[in-house]
């Protein structure tokens, strides 16, 4: 009998968990108040913290429900990756409390986790450029652009459900300075972007409850942290899919989930983990079910209707849209297209990224009148459009 499971009620059945851990946010909340009276205390702080300060003050409130953040400089993620990475996002979490302090402080945390859905579609321009469209669905959160400049790594733009963070419902970003700190933790906790050399990356559920935890002689990631890692190190899918084999993958959601890559060649795929192994699947369409093996039951109803939806469309027009198309079609598969089948579940963004271009269009909860246009190698990479 076909089993079908709805994000909501895979939402439920972890209805107190979040990406990162409560645990770890109450941590956290500690350590950067912690670091904020030092930085007003100590004559050297500034040299110690400068860093994270300058980061910390670019924060801006966008709309409501949404912020923008720019992070210039050394944030940690080679000597994440050094030291082996983190078998969970628990451990993840110690490595970013102990680096924003500078060792000042280290958390006892633990794992937890959280469910979503979305949507993603590749094509190309009349041009010729490629273009990537994707969906976030979940119930109404917190959102931040970041935009992140590694001291050793590519440009990037990304995006961050905050509530993953679980701060807390009255926590955000652009309070205290303790509270600008502890936003500075969405740059691990990203869930789609682009980099530099157009490469695109996106995070999306399956709803099925199988994860995976592989436990060879490999450094350790999770999957926030690999998106991180693929937006930092990797110029195209084929290095991106390199990468990703010499890590053991640890899903501590507690829930399958896959990975979406497009490049700027126009080459899309679906990353997988199954019974212990990456597969990759070449598609230019991903939802919330598994492309490879599927036997109709990994996804709920909905996942297979926006697929097809995705699918239909992108054959009709063979493959070749403009943003403007990309942005209606992601609009055909928004939440606002299935009332009442996911309860209090929205579209919380929509993003089209023009890979030749590097630029990218965010769209915050179905507002398509009023997007926000984001561009790589811009000093004022983030404004609203017109």
């Not at 972890?14 to 004559?43: M, P, T, Y």
């Not at 924060?59 to 429900?65: A, F, G, R, T």
């Not at 926030?224 to 640890?250: C, F, I």
Request: net charge negative; with cysteine.
């Amino acid at each position: 009998m076909k089993m079908i499971v709805s994000e909501k009620e895979l939402c439920k059945s972890n209805e107190a968990d979040s990406s990162f851990s409560k645990r770890l946010g109450k941590a956290i909340i500690a350590l950067l108040v912690i670091a904020a009276v030092l930085i007003a205390a100590l004559a050297g702080a500034r040299n110690m913290f400068g860093t994270q300060l300058t980061a910390a003050m670019t924060i801006e409130k966008l709309d409501d429900h949404l912020w923008s953040m720019e992070y210039k400089g050394d944030y940690g993620f080679d000597g994440f990756l050094e030291q082996g990475g983190a078998k969970s996002d628990a451990e993840m979490g110690d490595y970013i409390a102990s680096f924003l302090s500078h060792g000042f402080w280290k958390p006892d945390t633990s794992t937890a986790g959280g469910n979503y859905g979305c949507s993603t579609v590749t094509v190309t321009r009349p041009d010729g450029a490629a273009l990537f469209g994707r969906n976030f669905d979940w119930e109404e959160c917190d959102k931040m652009l970041v935009h992140t400049i590694p001291k050793n790594g590519y440009e990037s733009i990304a995006t961050c459900n905050l509530d993953f963070l679980g701060f807390g419902e009255d926590w955000k970003p652009d309070g205290s300075m303790g509270d600008k700190f502890m936003a500075l933790a969405s740059v691990y906790a990203i869930l789609d972007g682009m980099n530099e050399k157009g490469l695109c990356v996106a995070d999306l559920m399956v709803s099925h409850e199988e994860g995976i935890d592989q436990n060879t002689d490999k450094p350790d990631i999770t999957i926030v942290s690999g998106l991180r890692l693929l937006l930092d190190k990797a110029a195209n899918v084929e290095e991106a899919l390199e990468l990703l084999s010499q890590y053991d993958m640890h899903f501590s959601l507690g829930r399958a989930q896959h990975f979406s890559l497009s490049d700027a060649a126009g080459r899309s795929v679906a990353v997988e983990w199954k019974d212990g192994e990456m597969v990759v699947t070449d598609t230019p369409v991903v939802t919330n079910f598994y492309l490879h093996g599927d036997d109709g039951t990994s996804g709920s109803a909905q996942s297979y209707v926006r697929f097809n939806t995705l699918t239909q469309r992108r054959d009709a027009a063979k493959g070749v849209m403009t943003a403007e198309e990309v942005r209606t079609s992601l609009a055909a598969v928004a939440q606002s297209n299935f009332p009442g089948e996911n309860g209090g579940e929205k579209t919380c963004w929509s993003c089209v990224y023009d890979q030749r271009e590097l630029t990218a269009t965010f769209y915050d909860t179905e507002d398509w009148a009023q997007p926000y246009a984001l561009s790589l190698g811009e000093k004022d990479w983030c404004k609203k459009g017109e």
